[in-house]
C-alpha cells in the first residue's frame, strides 16, 4: 500500500483514529476523553477479572475495525466485562494481525481476535505460516452478502445475460471489485465455475476499495461490478447502478433483486465475521469465553447493533461453525486454486 | 430556495461571534497537531474529531472544518522552516520554501504559503459549491487509461524537480520505484521484494519515508557539516512580510496551482501530492527567474501550496456529489459527517441541503480563520530558527519520531526510520536529490496499476491506451513538455528563455 | 563543535571509488529484483504487463544507471564532496538506534529523551546531566499532552505509569 496509502479508503465509525497512512492509533472514547482533559490520572479504571482485549487485524473504519469496536460497547454495556481494549494490527488481508496474536497471546484466556471469511482467502494466497487453526474460533457474529451490479447505461438487464456475455467472450466481460483474491474475487470465480466457464478466464480488475471500484462503475469503465451489497446500496437506491443478484441463500429483504442460486447458479457466499480466542485455551477456558460471547449475541444492545449498522445476524457457535469454517477453508482452497491464485 | 440563499444563509449562521470562536479554536488545535512530521490532515482530523462531539451541530461543524484546514496548512510551516515535510502534499513546499528560509526569507515564504493556500481554498470552495455535479461528471469519465496517462505527464513534468544533473535525478527517481514495488502486488496478489518480511507486505508508507529522507536525513547531514555549517541558516533577513515582487509573482502561481489542484483532487484516483508536482513543473517552466528555482524561488512555494488547498476541497467534490471517499482524509470526513446525519451520496444535495450549504459556509470561514490566525503567527515561527542548533535539532527528531510512532508504534517502523534516514544522508553527501525518490514511490505503483488495469480492460490491446480523447490530450501534453525543453536546450535555452522574458516585458 | 578531528584529504581522485561503488549497490539492487520477481507466476491475466514487468524494467534501468554512473565515476564528473565529520553522525544515529531498541520497555519519555541528549551532543551541547533531564522532562510533557489529551498511542513506561 506504499504510495497509494493516501488514497486508500476507510469509512469509520466515531471513536476511531487513524493515521495518514491508514494505520491504527487508538480509539477514542469521549467518556476517556472528558476524563482525561479533567484529570490525567482519572483515567485509571478498576481492572476486572474478564477485561478482554480485542484485536482488529485491520485498520480502522473496515468491517472488523467496526465489529471490534461494537464487541467493546456491547461487552461494556452489557456488564459482561469490565474493560474492554482494542487493539488495531493492520495488514496483509488479516495475516500479521492474527501471526502476532496466535504468537504473543498464546494460553490467554482475556485475548480475543475478529476476524473474518477475507483472512481465509489472504492466508492462502499470502502462504501466511500462522493460519485460522492456530487460533480458537468462537462464533461467527455477522455477515453480509455479495451483490453484482452494472451501471445504469449498460445494456444488460439481467444476471442471466451477463452471463451469457461471460460465457460468449470471458475476457470482453471486466469486473470491478476489491483485492485480488478476496471475497469479490472470489465471488466471480465461483460464478463462472457455476456457469462452466473456466475461472482462471475471469477478467477481474482489482481496485484498492470501495470508492475506486465504484468509480470505476460509475463510469462504465468496466462491464460489471463486485461487492458487498451495502457498499452498493445508495448508488442502486439513487438508480445509478442496476442490481442484478445477490449471493444470499434467500431473497434479501428489501432488495429487489434474485439471488444466484434463484437465477440457477449455485453460488452461497457470506463474508462473515467471527470472534476467535488464542490459541493453547483449556477446555473450561474456552467454554467460558463462549459463555461470554453467547450472552453477549443474545443482548439487546447487540441485536440493536446489528439492527444500526445493517448487519445480518448470522450466529453460528460450536461445532457447527466449525464444521462451516472447515467447509468454508476447503471451499475457499479449491476456487482460489482454480482461479489460479494458489497453486 | 437557489444554492446562493443556502450559502447565505450557512455564512450568516456561520459568522455568529461563538461560532467564529469555534472555527478559530478548530483552526489552532489543527495547526499544532497538524505541524507533526508525520501526521497529516488525515490523522489530525481523526485526532481532533471528538473535541467537536460536544458542541452543537453547527459549532461541530464549524470547528471540524477549522481542524481540517488547520490540519492540512500546518505541514507546510514544518516543510519551509525545517525541511521536513510530514505529508506527501508538502514535499515539494520543502524543495523551495526551506531554500527561502535559509536566505532569511522564511517570512515572505510562510505569508505566501498562507494566503495561497487561503486564495486556493477561497475560490476551490466556491467552485466545490457552483460546480460539484459538472466536476464530477468529468472526473468519472477518468478511467484507468487516463490516469495513466495523467501519471506520464507527472513523470515527465517533475523531472524539473530532479536538479541539475539528469543522471543523479533518474538514480533518485529509480530508488524510489525499486521501494514503490515492495509488498503485496494488489492485481494479482503475490508478493514481490519483503523477503518474507510481514511488516513489508504492505509495502513503505510513504510518510515513513519523508520523515527519514528529509528530518532525519538533513539532521545527519547538518550535523556532519559540524562548525563550519554554523551560520548557513538566517532567520530574517529583508522584510517579515511580503513585498510587492513577492505579492506580483505569487498571485499568477496561486491562481495557476488552483486550476491544477481543484480538478485533480476531484478525481477519485487523483490525489493531493499529484497537483503540487504539477504545480511546481508548471511554475518552473513559466517563472522569469529560472535561475533561483533550485535556490528559493517564491513562485515554487506558492503555486504548489494552493495547488495543494484546492485539491483538498476538489476531494469533496465525489465526496458530496457521490459519497465517494477518496482519501484518508475524505474517509474520515466521512466519518465526521455521519454524526451531523449527512449520509453522503448521490442523493445528498437533493435531501440534505441545509447541512451540505452549512459545511461549505463553515469551510469558508475556517479558511479565513487559518489566515488570520497564521499570518501574525509567522513573526514568531520564524524565531523557530534562532534556537541554537542542539536543541533545534534535537528537538526536529523528538517530533519527527514522535509522528512515526504515533501513527504506528513499531520497532520495525522506527528501524526504516533509521535506515532511511541514512540512506537520506549518504544521498545528500553524493549531490543526489531526495524528492524524486518521494516522486517514485507515490507515483509508480499509480502508473503501474493503472497502465495494468487499462491493458486487462482492453485484453491486451496497446491502442486503447491512446483512443480515448482525454488520455490521448494528456500523453500530447506529456510530449510536448517532454520535446520542447530539449529544443529549447539545443537552441541556447537561456537565451531563449530570456527573449520570452524580454519580449513578455 | 568542540571536537573537530578533521583531516582534509581530497577525494577527488581519478576513479572515484565511491561513485563505483554506488554504481555496483545500483547493479545490486537490479539484480535482486531480477531474482526475486524470476519466480512470480505469469498470471498477467489479460494483460501482457504482469506482476514481474514493471519491476523487471525498474531493473534494467538501474543497470543502465549503474553504468552511467560507473562511467562518470571513472571520467571524474562527480561533484566534490564536502569534507564529512563522522562523530556527529555516530551521535545522531545511536540517539535513534536508542529510542528504538528502549521504546517498548522505557516507555516513549525515556526513550527519546535519550535521543533528544544524544542528538544535541551530536551537535555539540555535551553535558547528558543537563540534556538528558531537559529531554525526558520536554518528552514527558508531550507524552501527557498528546497520550493523555489526544489519545495518541505512545508506549508507556514506569515513568508515564505514574500518570496513568
Same mark, same amino acid.
Given at each position: 500500500?506504499?504510495?497509494?496509502?493516501?488514497?486508500?479508503?476507510?469509512?469509520?465509525?466515531?471513536?476511531?483514529?487513524?493515521?495518514?497512512?491508514?494505520?491504527?492509533?487508538?480509539?477514542?472514547? +469521549?467518556?476517556?476523553?472528558?476524563?482525561?482533559?479533567?484529570?490525567?490520572?482519572?483515567?485509571?479504571?478498576?481492572?476486572?477479572?474478564?477485561?478482554?482485549?480485542?484485536?482488529?487485524?485491520?485498520?480502522?473504519?473496515?468491517?472488523?475495525?467496526?465489529?471490534?469496536?461494537?464487541?467493546?460497547?456491547?461487552?461494556?454495556?452489557?456488564?459482561?466485562?469490565?474493560?474492554?481494549?482494542?487493539?488495531?494490527?493492520?495488514?496483509?488481508?488479516?495475516?500479521?494481525?492474527?501471526?502476532?496474536?496466535? /504468537?504473543?497471546?498464546?494460553?490467554?484466556?482475556?485475548?480475543?481476535?475478529?476476524?473474518?471469511?477475507?483472512? =481465509?482467502?489472504?492466508?492462502?494466497?499470502?502462504? /501466511?505460516?500462522?493460519?485460522?487453526?492456530?487460533?480458537?474460533?468462537?462464533?461467527?457474529?455477522?455477515?453480509?452478502?455479495?451483490?453484482?451490479?452494472?451501471?445504469?447505461?449498460?445494456?444488460?438487464?439481467?444476471?442471466?445475460?451477463?452471463?451469457?456475455?461471460?460465457?460468449?467472450?470471458?475476457?470482453?466481460?471486466?469486473?470491478?471489485?476489491?483485492?485480488?483474491?478476496?471475497?469479490?474475487? *472470489?465471488?466471480?470465480?465461483?460464478?463462472?465455475?457455476?456457469?462452466?466457464?473456466?475461472?482462471?478466464? *475471469?477478467?477481474?480488475?482489482?481496485?484498492?476499495?470501495?470508492?475506486?471500484?465504484?468509480?470505476?462503475?460509475?463510469?462504465?469503465?468496466?462491464?460489471?461490478?463486485? /461487492?458487498?451489497?451495502?457498499?452498493?446500496?445508495?448508488?442502486?437506491?439513487?438508480?445509478?447502478?442496476?442490481?442484478?443478484?445477490?449471493?444470499?441463500?434467500?431473497?434479501?429483504?428489501? =432488495?429487489?433483486?434474485?439471488?444466484?442460486?434463484?437465477?440457477?447458479?449455485?453460488?452461497?457466499?457470506?463474508?462473515?465475521?467471527?470472534?476467535?480466542?488464542?490459541?493453547?485455551?483449556?477446555?473450561?477456558?474456552?467454554?467460558?469465553?463462549?459463555?461470554?460471547?453467547?450472552? +453477549?449475541?443474545?443482548?439487546?444492545?447487540?441485536?440493536?447493533?446489528?439492527?444500526?449498522?445493517?448487519?445480518?445476524?448470522?450466529?453460528?457457535?460450536?461445532?457447527?461453525?466449525?464444521?462451516?469454517?472447515?467447509?468454508?477453508?476447503?471451499?475457499?482452497?479449491?476456487?482460489?486454486?482454480?482461479?489460479?491464485?494458489?497453486? | 430556495?437557489?444554492?446562493?440563499?443556502?450559502?447565505?444563509?450557512?455564512?450568516?449562521?456561520?459568522?455568529?461571534?461563538?461560532?467564529?470562536?469555534?472555527?478559530?479554536?478548530?483552526?489552532?488545535?489543527?495547526?499544532?497537531?497538524?505541524?507533526?512530521?508525520?501526521?497529516?490532515?488525515?490523522?489530525?482530523?481523526?485526532?481532533?474529531?471528538?473535541?467537536?462531539?460536544?458542541?452543537?451541530?453547527?459549532?461541530?461543524?464549524?470547528?471540524?472544518?477549522?481542524?481540517?484546514?488547520?490540519?492540512?496548512?500546518?505541514?507546510?510551516?514544518?516543510?519551509?522552516?525545517?525541511?521536513?515535510?510530514?505529508?506527501?502534499?508538502?514535499?515539494?513546499?520543502?524543495?523551495?520554501?526551506?531554500?527561502?528560509?535559509?536566505?532569511?526569507?522564511?517570512?515572505?515564504?510562510?505569508?505566501?504559503?498562507?494566503?495561497?493556500?487561503?486564495?486556493?481554498?477561497?475560490?476551490?470552495?466556491?467552485?466545490?459549491?457552483?460546480?460539484?455535479?459538472?466536476?464530477?461528471?468529468?472526473?468519472?469519465?477518468?478511467?484507468?487509461?487516463?490516469?495513466?496517462?495523467?501519471?506520464?505527464?507527472?513523470?515527465?513534468?517533475?523531472?524539473?524537480?530532479?536538479?541539475?544533473?539528469?543522471?543523479?535525478?533518474?538514480?533518485?527517481? %529509480?530508488?524510489?520505484?525499486?521501494?514503490?514495488?515492495?509488498?503485496?502486488?494488489?492485481?494479482?496478489?503475490?508478493?514481490?521484494?519483503?523477503?518474507?518480511?510481514?511488516?513489508?507486505?504492505?509495502?513503505?508508507?510513504?510518510?515513513?519515508?519523508?520523515?527519514?529522507?528529509?528530518?532525519?536525513?538533513?539532521?545527519?547531514?547538518?550535523?556532519?557539516?559540524?562548525?563550519?555549517?554554523?551560520?548557513?541558516?538566517?532567520?530574517?533577513?529583508?522584510?517579515?512580510?511580503?513585498?510587492?515582487?513577492?505579492?506580483?509573482?505569487?498571485?499568477?502561481?496561486?491562481?495557476?496551482?488552483?486550476?491544477?489542484?481543484?480538478?485533480?483532487?476531484?478525481?477519485?484516483?487523483?490525489?493531493?501530492?499529484?497537483?503540487?508536482?504539477?504545480?511546481?513543473?508548471?511554475?518552473?517552466?513559466?517563472?522569469?527567474?529560472?535561475?533561483?528555482?533550485?535556490?528559493?524561488?517564491?513562485?515554487?512555494?506558492?503555486?504548489?501550496?494552493?495547488?495543494?488547498?484546492?485539491?483538498?476541497?476538489?476531494?469533496?467534490?465525489?465526496?458530496?456529489?457521490?459519497?465517494?471517499?477518496?482519501?484518508?482524509?475524505?474517509?474520515?470526513?466521512?466519518?465526521?459527517?455521519?454524526?451531523?446525519?449527512?449520509?453522503?451520496?448521490?442523493?445528498?444535495?437533493?435531501?440534505?441541503?441545509?447541512?451540505?450549504?452549512?459545511?461549505?459556509?463553515?469551510?469558508?470561514?475556517?479558511?479565513?480563520?487559518?489566515?488570520?490566525?497564521?499570518?501574525?503567527?509567522?513573526?514568531?515561527?520564524?524565531?523557530?530558527?534562532?534556537?541554537?542548533?542542539?536543541?533545534?535539532?534535537?528537538?526536529?527528531?523528538?517530533?519527527?519520531?514522535?509522528?512515526?510512532?504515533?501513527?504506528?508504534?513499531?520497532? %520495525?517502523?522506527?528501524?526504516?526510520?533509521?535506515?532511511?534516514?541514512?540512506?537520506?544522508?549518504?544521498?545528500?553527501? %553524493?549531490?543526489?536529490?531526495?524528492?524524486?525518490?518521494?516522486?517514485?514511490?507515490?507515483?509508480?505503483?499509480?502508473?503501474?496499476?493503472?497502465?495494468?488495469?487499462?491493458?486487462?480492460?482492453?485484453?491486451?490491446?496497446?491502442?486503447?491506451?491512446?483512443?480515448?480523447?482525454?488520455?490521448?490530450?494528456?500523453?500530447?501534453?506529456?510530449?510536448?513538455? %517532454?520535446?520542447?525543453?530539449?529544443?529549447?536546450?539545443?537552441?541556447?535555452?537561456?537565451?531563449?528563455?530570456?527573449?520570452?522574458?524580454?519580449?513578455?516585458? | 563543535?568542540?571536537?573537530?578531528?578533521?583531516?582534509?584529504?581530497?577525494?577527488?581522485?581519478?576513479?572515484?571509488?565511491?561513485?563505483?561503488?554506488?554504481?555496483?549497490?545500483?547493479?545490486?539492487?537490479?539484480?535482486?529484483?531480477?531474482?526475486?520477481?524470476?519466480?512470480?507466476?505469469?498470471?498477467?491475466?489479460?494483460?501482457?504487463?504482469?506482476?514481474?514487468?514493471?519491476?523487471?524494467?525498474?531493473?534494467?534501468?538501474?543497470?543502465?544507471?549503474?553504468?552511467?554512473?560507473?562511467?562518470?565515476?571513472?571520467?571524474?564528473?562527480?561533484?566534490?564532496?564536502?569534507?564529512?565529520?563522522?562523530?556527529?553522525?555516530?551521535?545522531?544515529?545511536?540517539?535513534?538506534?536508542?529510542?528504538?531498541?528502549?521504546?517498548?520497555?522505557?516507555?516513549?519519555?525515556?526513550?527519546?529523551?535519550?535521543?533528544?541528549?544524544?542528538?544535541?551532543?551530536?551537535?555539540?551541547?555535551?553535558?547528558?546531566?543537563?540534556?538528558?533531564?531537559?529531554?525526558?522532562?520536554?518528552?514527558?510533557?508531550?507524552?501527557?499532552?498528546?497520550?493523555?489529551?489526544?489519545?495518541?498511542?505512545?508506549?508507556?513506561?514506569?515513568?508515564?505509569?505514574?500518570?496513568?
Amino acid at each position: 500500500m506504499a504510495g497509494i496509502a493516501a488514497h486508500r479508503v476507510m469509512l469509520l465509525s466515531q471513536n476511531q483514529i487513524i493515521a495518514s497512512n491508514g494505520r491504527v492509533l487508538e480509539d477514542i472514547p +469521549l467518556k476517556h476523553f472528558i476524563l482525561a482533559s479533567l484529570v490525567a490520572g482519572a483515567l485509571a479504571l478498576p481492572a476486572h477479572a474478564a477485561d478482554y482485549t480485542i484485536m482488529a487485524p485491520a485498520a480502522p473504519g473496515g468491517g472488523w475495525d467496526q465489529t471490534a469496536r461494537s464487541l467493546q460497547t456491547a461487552l461494556q454495556e452489557e456488564g459482561i466485562s469490565g474493560n474492554v481494549q482494542v487493539v488495531n494490527v493492520p495488514g496483509a488481508g488479516g495475516t500479521i494481525g492474527i501471526a502476532q496474536f496466535a /504468537s504473543q497471546q498464546k494460553g490467554n484466556p482475556n485475548a480475543l481476535i475478529v476476524g473474518g471469511y477475507v483472512m =481465509v482467502g489472504a492466508i492462502l494466497t499470502n502462504q /501466511s505460516p500462522v493460519t485460522l487453526k492456530d487460533v480458537t474460533p468462537i462464533a461467527r457474529l455477522t455477515g453480509e452478502y455479495e451483490a453484482i451490479v452494472v451501471p445504469a447505461s449498460s445494456e444488460i438487464q439481467s444476471i442471466d445475460q451477463l452471463v451469457e456475455a461471460l460465457k460468449k467472450d470471458p475476457g470482453a466481460v471486466s469486473w470491478a471489485g476489491g483485492s485480488a483474491g478476496g471475497t469479490d474475487h *472470489i465471488a466471480v470465480g465461483l460464478l463462472a465455475k457455476a456457469a462452466g466457464v473456466d475461472p482462471t478466464k *475471469i477478467n477481474y480488475i482489482a481496485y484498492s476499495g470501495g470508492g475506486e471500484a465504484l468509480a470505476a462503475i460509475l463510469g462504465s469503465q468496466v462491464t460489471a461490478g463486485v /461487492s458487498s451489497y451495502g457498499e452498493f446500496e445508495a448508488q442502486v437506491k439513487a438508480g445509478t447502478l442496476r442490481l442484478l443478484a445477490v449471493s444470499s441463500e434467500e431473497r434479501m429483504e428489501g =432488495v429487489d433483486a434474485p439471488t444466484l442460486k434463484e437465477a440457477g447458479y449455485d453460488v452461497v457466499l457470506q463474508n462473515w465475521r467471527m470472534v476467535a480466542a488464542a490459541p493453547g485455551l483449556s477446555d473450561e477456558q474456552k467454554a467460558a469465553v463462549l459463555a461470554d460471547i453467547e450472552k +453477549l449475541a443474545k443482548s439487546p444492545t447487540w441485536q440493536e447493533t446489528l439492527k444500526t449498522k445493517n448487519w445480518a445476524d448470522t450466529y453460528l457457535a460450536g461445532d457447527a461453525f466449525d464444521a462451516q469454517l472447515a467447509k468454508d477453508i476447503s471451499a475457499t482452497e479449491t476456487i482460489l486454486k482454480d482461479i489460479g491464485l494458489v497453486k | 430556495m437557489t444554492t446562493f440563499e443556502f450559502l447565505l444563509q450557512g455564512l450568516l449562521s456561520a459568522m455568529e461571534p461563538i461560532n467564529l470562536l469555534y472555527a478559530l479554536v478548530g483552526v489552532t488545535l489543527g495547526t499544532a497537531v497538524g505541524v507533526l512530521p508525520g501526521i497529516g490532515p488525515a490523522l489530525t482530523v481523526a485526532l481532533l474529531l471528538p473535541v467537536t462531539y460536544r458542541l452543537d451541530p453547527t459549532g461541530s461543524l464549524i470547528m471540524f472544518a477549522g481542524i481540517y484546514y488547520g490540519g492540512m496548512y500546518g505541514g507546510s510551516t514544518t516543510s519551509i522552516l525545517l525541511n521536513t515535510p510530514g505529508e506527501s502534499a508538502s514535499i515539494v513546499t520543502a524543495l523551495e520554501g526551506n531554500k527561502m528560509a535559509r536566505a532569511g526569507r522564511g517570512g515572505p515564504a510562510l505569508a505566501t504559503a498562507a494566503i495561497g493556500s487561503f486564495v486556493a481554498g477561497l475560490i476551490a470552495t466556491l467552485l466545490l459549491a457552483f460546480l460539484a455535479p459538472y466536476v464530477v461528471q468529468l472526473a468519472i469519465k477518468f478511467g484507468p487509461r487516463e490516469y495513466f496517462a495523467l501519471m506520464v505527464l507527472a513523470f515527465v513534468t517533475v523531472s524539473s524537480a530532479f536538479g541539475d544533473s539528469a543522471l543523479r535525478g533518474l538514480t533518485s527517481l %529509480f530508488i524510489g520505484l525499486a521501494f514503490s514495488v515492495i509488498g503485496i502486488d494488489q492485481l494479482t496478489g503475490q508478493t514481490r521484494l519483503a523477503f518474507g518480511v510481514p511488516d513489508l507486505l504492505d509495502g513503505i508508507e510513504v510518510t515513513t519515508m519523508a520523515v527519514a529522507m528529509f528530518a532525519i536525513g538533513e539532521t545527519l547531514y547538518i550535523a556532519a557539516q559540524g562548525s563550519r555549517g554554523a551560520d548557513i541558516v538566517e532567520a530574517v533577513k529583508g522584510s517579515v512580510w511580503m513585498s510587492a515582487a513577492d505579492w506580483g509573482r505569487s498571485w499568477k502561481a496561486w491562481l495557476r496551482g488552483t486550476m491544477i489542484g481543484f480538478p485533480i483532487g476531484a478525481m477519485p484516483a487523483g490525489g493531493a501530492e499529484i497537483g503540487t508536482f504539477l504545480s511546481y513543473a508548471t511554475e518552473k517552466r513559466l517563472t522569469k527567474h529560472p535561475e533561483e528555482f533550485g535556490n528559493g524561488a517564491i513562485e515554487g512555494v506558492a503555486g504548489p501550496e494552493a495547488a495543494n488547498n484546492a485539491s483538498a476541497a476538489g476531494t469533496l467534490v465525489p465526496l458530496l456529489t457521490l459519497g465517494l471517499p477518496t482519501t484518508a482524509t475524505a474517509a474520515i470526513m466521512l466519518a465526521g459527517f455521519q454524526q451531523y446525519g449527512l449520509q453522503p451520496g448521490p442523493l445528498l444535495f437533493a435531501t440534505n441541503p441545509q447541512l451540505v450549504w452549512g459545511l461549505i459556509a463553515s469551510l469558508l470561514i475556517a479558511n479565513l480563520m487559518l489566515l488570520v490566525l497564521n499570518l501574525p503567527l509567522i513573526g514568531l515561527w520564524v524565531k523557530l530558527l534562532t534556537i541554537p542548533k542542539p536543541w533545534l535539532y534535537a528537538g526536529i527528531l523528538v517530533f519527527a519520531t514522535l509522528g512515526t510512532i504515533g501513527a504506528n508504534p513499531s520497532v %520495525f517502523e522506527l528501524g526504516m526510520l533509521l535506515t532511511f534516514g541514512l540512506l537520506g544522508y549518504a544521498m545528500r553527501v %553524493f549531490g543526489y536529490p531526495i524528492a524524486p525518490v518521494i516522486v517514485g514511490l507515490i507515483l509508480g505503483p499509480l502508473a503501474e496499476q493503472q497502465l495494468r488495469r487499462a491493458l486487462a480492460i482492453s485484453q491486451g490491446d496497446v491502442t486503447f491506451l491512446v483512443t480515448s480523447p482525454i488520455a490521448a490530450g494528456l500523453f500530447v501534453v506529456a510530449a510536448l513538455a %517532454f520535446i520542447v525543453p530539449l529544443i529549447m536546450r539545443i537552441r541556447g535555452r537561456g537565451q531563449v528563455l530570456t527573449q520570452l522574458a524580454a519580449s513578455e516585458d | 563543535m568542540s571536537l573537530d578531528h578533521s583531516k582534509s584529504t581530497s577525494q577527488q581522485r581519478r576513479p572515484d571509488w565511491a561513485a563505483l561503488a554506488i554504481a555496483v549497490i545500483l547493479v545490486v539492487i537490479a539484480a535482486v529484483i531480477f531474482f526475486d520477481v524470476s519466480r512470480l507466476k505469469g498470471t498477467a491475466g489479460y494483460s501482457q504487463v504482469g506482476p514481474a514487468t514493471v519491476p523487471d524494467w525498474i531493473a534494467f534501468a538501474l543497470v543502465g544507471l549503474g553504468i552511467w554512473t560507473a562511467i562518470e565515476a571513472f571520467r571524474g564528473d562527480f561533484p566534490a564532496r564536502d569534507h564529512q565529520q563522522f562523530g556527529p553522525v555516530v551521535w545522531v544515529v545511536a540517539g535513534l538506534a536508542a529510542q528504538m531498541l528502549l521504546l517498548k520497555t522505557a516507555g516513549f519519555s525515556i526513550a527519546t529523551g535519550v535521543l533528544f541528549a544524544l542528538v544535541a551532543a551530536g551537535f555539540g551541547k555535551r553535558k547528558l546531566w543537563i540534556t538528558l533531564p531537559v529531554g525526558i522532562v520536554l518528552c514527558l510533557g508531550i507524552w501527557v499532552i498528546f497520550a493523555g489529551l489526544l489519545q495518541l498511542s505512545l508506549p508507556a513506561g514506569p515513568l508515564e505509569q505514574l500518570f496513568l
